[in-house]
Each structure stands twice: as C-alpha cells, then as structure tokens.
C-alpha cells in the first residue's frame, strides 16, 4: 500500500478506534479494569522445532521473499491481573493478550475467592482495526478525501461524498447523483476523513468475561491460555584442545516470541520432549552440579534448573527475565563444563549418497547398482554424557558447533558443527564435523555374479585408504549390504561387525604416509 495512504488511514484508525472504544466503555459500564505489572507473567515455552531445519536467523530472509512462516512452538502463558468485582455480574475485559492466542484454552480463576467468583460467559474479539477494515465499515457512507496537488499550479483537492468501494488500487465515490462518481488511484490520495461513528473495531485481541461473584472487592486472579508464535532452540558451543582428547563444552538457548505480546520481568520454563499437542488447522536437579569451576551465574544470578516432568523435562530459569515481541533472546542454559574426554573418529562410508537408505521391494540384480565411489573420509567426535566426565544432564535438541583454539594466537576457530537429538544423561552423542583433507578412499566392485537357479547373488568389494597425515589413523569403513535382507559375510580381510540388519563397520589402522586395503565377500539368498 501506498506509504502516505497507510499512514492516513492508520492515523484515522487509532482515532476512530479510540472514539468506538469510549462509546462502548461508557455504554457497558464494565466494573473492572484489570491491570497486570511488571513480575505478574509466567511463561512454559514449547519448542517443536527440529535442529537440523529450524534456524531463526532464515525466518526474517524467508519473509523478505514472501513467505508466511510460523514458529514451530507454543507457549502457554499465566497472567496474574487484580480486579475490582460488584456484587453480581460483571463485565472483565482484558486487553493485553497475546494475538496468537487459541481461544479454546483460555480459563480465568479467581485466587482470592475461588469459590466465590465464577466465569459465566466467555468472548474472544478479534477484529482488530486497521486500515482496510475501517474502510469497510465506511462502505455507504459520507467521506472526505483530499486528492494531492498535480502541479506546481494547482491546489489540493477536496472530494465529498460517499464511499462506493475501496480497495488496494483505487477509492470509488459517488459525488452525486448515480452517474457521479469519482475514482481516485491510491497514488493520488493524500489523506482520507471520516465522520466519527462506532465501527466495533478494536486495536487489540481482547478476552472479554461475564464473571459473577457473590464476595464483592479487589480479587487476584489468574488467566491462563495457549498461544502460537513462541519457540525455542538449545545452541552448544564446544572447543577441543590441542590433542583433541578433551574438550569444554557451554549452551545457550534462542527463545523467540512473536506471539504478539510482551512479558515483562516473567518467570521463564521450558519444556525439552515430543509433548503430543492435538492442534486445530487451518526436585530438581541443578545443572550446575559437579562443575569444578565457578562462574558469575553462581555467585548470585541463578540460571536454568533441570527436573524430570512426567516423561520429559523442565527447564525453570532461577530469575525473572523479560521476552519483548518481535525478538529473539538468548540465555546461557548450562555453565560451561570442562575437561570433557573427546574421541576423535574417521568414518569412510564409500557408497554413494543415493544407494545409503535404499533397499528394494525384491533382489536387486543390477551389477551396476552402487559401484560409484565416494573419495571423502568423514571426521567425528564423541564425547559420553554422563558425571564422570562432567556432564550427565538431559541435553536438549539443538545445534552444536565445535571450535579448536590456534595456539599461535588463542583464538577458537570454527571446525564444524552438527545437531543433536534430545539426549538422556549416559549416553553417548556424535557429532560430524565434516571430511579429512588429508585422508582418501576409494571402493570399487570386483566381483559380481548370479547363480544359474537365480537365488544366490555374491559380490566383492575392494577398499583402499590411503593417509598422508603426520601420524597413523583408525578409520572405520562403513558398508551397507542394500541388495536384499538375507546376507553373508563369507569373506573379509579383516574382523567386521555388525550394526545392524543392514550395515556392518570393518574397524582398520591406515599407516602413516601410507595405505591400507579391505576385501569382502558378501553372499545374497532367497
């Protein structure tokens, strides 16, 4: 729109909307005006997100594009307000809701008097003003509009009337009678008068109750609902050392609120699990424990507190914090913990990316399936998540970056990253950095053959590694036996295992400047 149209009709909105409202006030007579001050807000965030795709820095460049994109999460907010109730009925409108609010989970209790107070009706109004709507609410109706000048030599223009339609390119008004009627491209507007009158227009989402009591004063109350367009990320940084055998590891958490309201000084939780929410369309432990160290979190500004909750967990933050909407806030969800024992693992998977997940709906014998061959050795690290190596807490999905420090000038420099899934405490998480300069592989087929009665299928497979690195390496070679479920190892180079049932890892040493190769022979029947 037009940005001298939209600032016209948004003016005239805040003025005709503000008028409406005074009407309205006056004519239900509404015993209370809740209020709600700083610290009467608690929030329980929900994340929905997955790590590997959710990242908040897109959502403002997809919009940018056009895209409507919404926050994989929810929220569920307690709003502490104080009401002065009459005996009998009273009208209760709360103005300062959240705009994603879902309407079906909203509840209102009285602390005060519990029994003594009770919601007999309940509204949600949401038609909130703005400039499109105002116009609609004018259709028929007398209006001015001030046409801007067209030269140097003319005046602006006024033009009285009624307002026929209105839309994103022109403005129709009947000046007259029925064949007087002007069109006015929205380029030519310059402002846009309106005769004061009700439109029923509000400029917020407004909770509006019927609530009867029978103990008349001021009542601390509570209003409780769910709200859409909240979510948050758990982020990891780790640094390894020298050797790469230990590692620091520290985590933040990105809460995002776009819920269309703010909280001020709220009391934050978190909740970490795959909570089932069925969603209409259109004694807690401390994470500080066992820390060798101290940080500026202990010494008086308590950070997050972890609990198992029903079958997930809870994250309640020691302090109050404030979330503004439209914005993105991080807070520190753990101290960092050092001297955490790292491995670091080379992982060579030759076959092509394509053939990985692949497996047929009957015996593949097509001798040129999966003969191509990936050169790329993949790096990773693993690290154990229990006590004894510092950690032992539910770490949360989330994206995990890992740095190695220069020691020609102690700057951690990046080396990779990868995401996490929600981990349990003793267990172990593995993260893939990326591929190894300075090692290649190479797999070719070397045998493939088919027996005449067509229901044994054997293949041979050469792997050879070769290490230009200052020092020997263990690389596990990786394979996957995707041409059918019934196979056989009947010959190996060297000691294989199996993972599953369809993928075994052949553990070998690859000398330095040097090469190491594998064989195997795998039978298929059926």
């Known amino acids: 729109m037009h940005r001298p149209f939209l600032i016209a009709l948004i003016a005239l909105a805040m003025t005709s909307c503000a008028a409406a409202q005074q009407v309205e006030q006056d004519t239900t007579r509404p015993a209370t005006q809740p209020t709600a001050a700083a610290g009467d807000y608690a929030l329980t965030i929900y994340s929905t997100a997955d790590p ?5 820095k897109d959502l403002e460049r997809q919009r940018r594009y056009g895209n409507q994109v919404e926050l994989p999460g929810y929220g569920v907010v307690r709003q502490m307000t104080k009401l002065d109730l009459k005996q009998g009925v009273n009208t209760v409108r709360v103005t300062d809701v959240a705009s994603g609010i879902d309407p079906t989970t909203v509840s209102f209790k009285s602390l005060t008097a519990p029994d003594a107070a009770a919601v007999l009706e309940q509204n ?13 609410k004018y259709l028929g109706k007398r209006i001015n509009v001030t046409r801007k000048p067209a030269g140097a030599q003319t005046g602006a223009e006024t033009i009285m009337g009624t307002l026929l339609s209105a839309d994103h390119s022109n403005v129709v008004i009947q000046t007259g009678g029925a064949n007087d009627v002007q069109v006015v491209s929205r380029s030519e507007l310059a402002s846009i ?26 009542h601390d109350a509570q209003i409780t609902y769910q709200t859409d367009g909240m979510t948050w990320r758990a982020d990891y940084n780790v640094v390894v050392n020298k050797d790469d055998t230990k590692s620091q590891m520290g985590a933040w958490v990105s809460i995002l609120n776009e819920s269309g309201a703010s909280y001020p000084n709220a009391k934050l939780k978190l909740v970490a699990g795959d909570v089932q929410r069925v969603k209409p369309q259109d004694g807690g432990q401390s994470l500080f424990a066992g820390r060798e160290d101290t940080s500026w979190q202990e010494k008086g500004a308590p950070g997050f507190v972890e609990k198992s909750f029903f079958e997930y967990h809870l994250y309640t933050l020691g302090r109050p914090t404030s979330l503004a909407n439209n914005s993105t806030k991080q807070i520190e969800l753990f101290p960092t913990r050092t001297n955490i024992p790292v491995t670091k693992t080379f992982v060579y998977y030759g076959l092509p990316t394509q053939w990985r997940w692949w497996i047929g709906q009957e015996p593949n014998q097509d001798r040129q399936l999966g003969t191509q061959s ?20 539910p770490l949360p999905a989330g994206r995990l970056r890992v740095y190695k420090q220069d020691e020609a000038d102690a700057t951690d420099e990046f080396i990779g990253e990868d995401v996490i899934q929600h981990t349990p405490k003793d267990e172990d998480v593995l993260i893939k950095l990326g591929s190894a300069f300075d090692i290649v592989g190479e797999r070719k087929q070397t045998n493939f053959t088919v027996d005449s009665d067509g229901h044994v299928m054997t293949e041979s497979f050469e792997i050879v590694l070769r290490n230009h690195k200052k020092e020997a390496v263990t690389i ?31 553990p070998v040493q690859v000398p330095v400047d040097g090469e190491k190769k594998v064989t195997y022979t795998v039978k298929y029947t059926w």
């Open 124 to 136: 949600y109004e949401y038609d909130v003003v703005s400039s499109e709507k105002i116009l609609e």
């Open 193 to 218: 008068r309106l005769s004061r009158q009700q439109t029923g227009l509000i400029t917020k989402p407004t909770l509006v109750w019927n609530v009867g009591t029978d103990q008349p004063g001021q």
């Open 52 to 56: 590997a795709t959710f990242d908040p």
């Open 476 to 506: 596990i070679v990786k394979e996957n036996l995707f041409r059918w479920y019934n196979w056989e190892i009947t010959d190996s180079s060297d000691k294989w295992e199996k993972q599953d049932y369809r993928t075994i890892h052949i």
């Open 374 to 393: 990936n050169k790329k050795v993949d790096v990773y690290i693993k690290l154990r998540n229990d006590e004894k190596n510092g950690l032992g807490i």
